[in-house]
Every structure is written in structure tokens, then in C-alpha cells.
């Protein structure tokens, strides 16, 4: 890591390198509001106060006043600086949602409002506050670039910048002069010789040759990976499809499995797959799938806001148990293995080089190692205020790339566990199939394990949305 300047780190490299137009690389989040205090009499957005207001809160949160510098020669990796012509008016806009305004159309505008790339000329981060639901509730709409944050650090920066707060006044901001070549090349200099240590570390060097065995290992595996319609090159549209469940409800599930919340979500998941083949007259049986799992790195040192800090292990799901509880303890001691087994750095390693090659890209759209994605972050417990209004419901979106036309990201708010499902919609135009066996498996599961009585505020509850098609107001 540098020792003076905020450089980017392989993974945010990884996530730069695999953009393009066809798969952006931000995140997204949904969260409903309770429009009361953020609304005029008449129901109008308060734009101008709410620009004026989150202006004022980033001197909290500077990361996001930030661009991409790519320094010259010698002067070592790409760094974060301060955006000389910022301007709160381009990341923080208000729209409004034609009739009926349900959550359908609202989907439907976060697809298309987080469909094209992020300004790397500007700091790469949106708001959009979208009015005319029901009830008199507005969304906000978070875009937001994987190379600044990954999913944990996204909802810590977005709660940083939006919650209430306690201070009174906050402290005038100006941008910081780009550091001249030779502070960066006596600071690439350090980071070299830093590097250089670090390989001449025997425990690090034996760590490197792991993951270097590790890696072998996962492509000598990925050439027998079974072969189905799940992945594919990924293109421009999107579908969602929504699930919420009971948090309480999915951890006695779970720990009645031998297992944890994420486990579950991988198990619907699979089962969701599963259904999908059948639906399509693909074979199921003894089929196994790899999913590339989001997992934190044990450390003891406390999560930093921003950043991306999580690594990927590989966890096979066997499709080819039809029984969900039975495919449930099968996918939980897998997932037990992997985190003992496997390094979380082998696959950024592995990524980072092809990115150096120019290789990425044309990796990603033809590897067999995985077959989906999929990511657990753990939300606030209870509820929250931003902006001065109460959140009534949070939806995650993530990022789709290479191959890997579905992922699954879960979002744990308020006792509620919400999964979204996004696919390239071209490719999997029969998304609500797959929602709908995930659906049957949670009941299967809540019944097999006496929770059904369990549910407290979600049982199951769906909905499949396809970009386009909106009607966005102005």
C-alpha cells in the first residue's frame, strides 16, 4: 500500500479493468423514504436544500470529492485526488415517476438510471430522489463505483453521508492541489521497495506460493465444470427480481441446517437454478455449480468506510438435490470448507494479472470456473433516518460482468432479509421462474423446520421487474 497517497488497490484496478459499456461496474441501492420532511406542503422535492444539505455533509465523507488520477511515468499506480470542479449538482438530481408509481415502475427507472457508466472524469457516484410514489414516500437511488467501495463499505459510506448528524456546522472545502512527480515518484520508489520486502518475507512468499497453487487449482478445475445456459456473455438489459424474508425466520432456518444466513441464500439460490434448468429441459442430476462468494478477510483491525476489503471463495451448489433442506446442510459444510480451505486473495490474484495482461476482459466472457455471484451484507439492525426521513425498505442491486449473467445480493435492514436477483434479461428472460422456486423452497424450509409461525414482517414476498419502458417525468 502507498504510504503517502490514496493509490488504488489491485481490486479497485480489477474493477476498472473489467468495465465496459455493455457491464458497468457500480453497485446500487433502493432505499424508500418517508417523504414528509423532504417534501413542501404541495409535495414538491426540496432539491435545493437537500444538494445544500449532503454539499455540506461530504466534508465528512471526502471520498466522495474524489477522481482518478493517472500519474506520469515512474510516478507509479492510478490515486485518488480531489476533483478540482466539483459540482453536487451532477451526483444529486430529483425525478419524478408517471402513474401509478408502484414499485414495478420503480425498478424499472433504477435499471435504466444505473445502466450507463459512471463519468471517470468526475467523482463516480449518483443520488437520484425519485418522487410520485404511493403514500407520499420518495426513493433514493445510490449509484456507486466498486472500485470506491464494495458492498459493507457502500451502506457504511452511504449512511455516513446521509444520516442524521450532530454537528452544527461543517467545515469549509477546497480542493487540494494534484501532488507534483516527484512527491509521487519518491512515494512509487517506497512502494516498490515496501513490495520488495514483502517477497522476500518467507511467510509472505510461502502465503504468495499458496495462492499461486491455489490458483491452478481452481482453473484445473473450471475445464470440468459442467456446461449449461446459466452463463453466457452478459449484454446491456437487466432484470430484477425481489425476495424478502424474515431475518429471525432465516437464521433459525439456518442454525436448524448447521449452517448461517448466507448459506440459506445460497441454497434458495440453488434451488432457483435448479427450477430454471428443469423449466428449460436441462439435465439437473448430479450437476454441481461454482459460486463465487463474497467473504470478508479475518482481521482484527476495524472495517475501514470505504475500500474494498472483501475476497471470493468458490462454493459448489448441487443442483442436482431436489430437497432443499438435504441441498442446505450439503451447501453449508461446503461453504465451511471453502472458508477453511481456500485463500480469499487467489482469485484477485489471479484477476489482477489478467488485467495487467489486457486479458481480463476476454477471461471473464469465457471462463467455466464460476457460474453465479453472489454477496451477503449485512445492513442496519434497526431502522434508520436519512435525509431526515424515516427508511422504509432498502433493495441492493448489483453488478453483472464476464459471463456471469445472474447474481444474487442480499441486504439484511430492520429484521428484514431482502435478495435481488439480476440477470442480462436478453438471456434469461425467464427470471420470474427462478424467483418463484426460491420462493417454494423458503416455504419447503420454514415448514420442515416448525418456523412457519416464525414470520415476523416478510414471508417470501416477490416481485420481477425488466428495465425499460419506465416513465420517467422531469
Not at 443520488?127 to 456507486?144: E, K, S
Not at 492541489?177 to 512502494?191: E, F, K, V
Not at 425481489?242 to 439456518?254: F, I, M, P, S, Y
Not at 475476497?311 to 472458508?339: Q, T, W
Request: net charge positive; charged share 20%.
Amino acid at each position: 500500500m502507498s504510504i503517502g497517497f490514496a493509490r488504488l488497490s489491485a481490486v479497485d484496478l480489477t474493477n476498472l479493468a473489467i468495465e465496459a459499456p455493455d457491464t458497468p461496474m457500480h453497485v446500487g441501492l433502493v432505499a424508500v423514504l418517508d417523504g414528509a420532511s423532504i417534501c413542501d406542503a404541495d409535495g414538491q422535492l426540496q432539491l435545493a436544500e437537500i444538494r445544500a444539505d449532503i454539499d455540506q455533509r461530504l466534508s465528512s465523507v471526502p471520498e466522495l470529492r474524489r477522481i482518478i488520477y493517472h500519474p506520469p511515468w515512474l510516478a507509479g499506480p492510478p490515486l485518488w485526488i480531489d476533483d478540482p470542479s466539483f459540482d453536487i449538482d451532477r451526483h444529486v438530481n430529483g425525478i419524478a415517476l408517471s402513474p401509478p408509481g408502484d414499485e414495478a415502475a420503480l425498478m424499472r427507472v433504477a435499471e435504466e438510471l444505473l445502466a450507463p457508466l459512471l463519468d471517470r472524469a468526475r467523482p463516480m457516484w449518483r443520488i437520484w430522489l425519485v418522487t410520485g410514489l404511493p403514500d407520499g414516500r420518495v426513493a433514493a437511488i445510490l449509484a456507486l463505483h466498486h472500485a470506491i467501495a464494495d458492498g459493507l463499505a457502500a451502506v457504511r459510506l452511504l449512511t455516513a453521508l446521509l444520516a442524521p448528524t450532530t454537528a452544527a456546522t461543517h467545515p469549509a472545502w477546497s480542493a487540494a492541489d494534484a501532488p507534483g512527480w516527484r512527491m509521487l515518484a519518491r512515494d512509487n520508489l517506497r512502494l516498490r521497495l515496501s513490495t520488495l520486502r514483502r517477497l522476500i518475507n518467507l511467510p509472505r512468499t510461502r502465503r504468495l506460493a499458496g495462492s499461486l497453487a491455489s490458483s491452478r487449482q481452481l482453473l484445473g478445475h473450471a475445464w470440468h465444470a459442467p456446461r449449461t445456459s446459466l452463463t453466457g456473455p452478459v449484454g446491456a438489459h437487466r432484470a430484477l427480481a425481489v425476495l424478502r424474508l424474515d431475518l429471525a425466520t432465516v437464521k433459525d432456518v439456518a442454525h436448524a441446517h448447521g449452517g448461517k444466513v448466507n448459506d440459506v441464500v445460497l441454497n434458495l439460490a440453488a434451488g432457483g437454478l435448479r427450477a430454471l434448468l428443469r423449466s428449460r429441459g436441462e439435465r439437473v442430476d448430479r450437476i454441481d455449480i461454482n459460486a463465487a462468494v463474497a467473504a470478508s478477510p479475518r482481521t482484527r483491525t476495524p472495517t475501514p468506510r470505504t475500500g474494498n476489503r472483501a475476497g471470493i471463495i468458490v462454493v459448489k451448489l448441487p443442483l442436482g438435490e431436489p430437497d432443499p433442506a438435504a441441498r442446505l446442510r450439503l451447501i453449508s459444510a461446503n461453504s465451511s470448507s471453502a472458508k477453511r480451505e481456500q485463500l480469499l486473495t487467489t482469485e484477485q490474484f489471479l484477476l489482477l494479472w489478467l488485467a495487467r495482461l489486457g486479458l481480463l476482459r476476454r477471461f471473464t466472457r469465457r471462463q467455466r470456473l464460476t457460474t453465479i455471484v453472489e454477496s451477503n451484507v449485512t445492513g442496519p439492525p434497526a431502522p434508520i433516518r436519512l435525509l431526515g426521513a424515516d427508511v422504509i425498505d432498502m433493495i441492493p442491486i448489483g453488478a453483472l460482468a464476464g459471463n456471469l449473467a445472474i447474481s444474487f445480493l442480499a441486504l439484511s435492514y430492520a429484521g428484514v432479509l431482502t435478495i435481488t436477483v439480476r440477470a442480462d434479461a436478453d438471456r434469461h428472460p425467464d427470471v420470474p421462474v427462478l424467483v418463484t422456486a426460491m420462493a417454494d423452497d423458503w416455504r419447503s424450509l420454514t415448514a420442515i423446520t416448525g418456523t412457519d409461525q416464525l414470520l415476523r414482517r416478510a414471508d417470501a414476498s416477490t416481485g420481477t421487474f425488466r428495465s425499460g419502458g419506465a416513465g420517467i417525468s422531469d
